[in-house]
């Protein structure tokens, strides 16, 4: 079992810049992926970033250049650095663990307005 406890999240106006944290219960040094998703009101869930056991890493095409992910293992937490935020960000932001299955947080929500 893993819990995952997702913080950082609140009210940036456009341009702004959040960093949410995601802590784990456990090490996550040998977890397979760890990656961030977001879902707006009256959408699906998307992913917005993976990195990987090994240090890579993938990004939707919309926050390509905007947003990083990194770990940090000793801590065993996950960032999402958002910078240039825009209105369409505005999301609940989970983060989500590939080990021996997959586990969820329970969000955190991020507001983008003026």
């Known amino acids: 079992q893993v819990q995952l406890v997702e913080s950082g999240g609140g009210l940036v106006q456009p341009g702004g810049s959040l960093r949410l944290s995601c802590a784990a219960s456990r090490s996550i040094f040998s977890f397979y992926a760890m990656g961030w998703y977001r879902q707006a009101p009256g959408k699906q869930r998307e992913l917005v970033a993976h990195?990987?056991?090994?240090?890579?890493?993938n990004y939707a095409d919309s926050v390509k250049g905007r947003f990083t992910i990194s770990r940090d293992n000793a801590k065993n937490t996950v960032y999402l650095q958002m910078n240039s935020l825009k209105p369409e960000d505005t999301a609940v932001y989970y983060c989500?663990?590939?080990?021996?299955?997959?586990?969820w947080g329970q969000g955190t929500q991020v507001t983008v307005s003026s």
């Open positions: 990195i990987y056991s090994g240090g890579s890493t």
């Open positions: 989500n663990a590939d080990f021996k299955g997959l586990y």
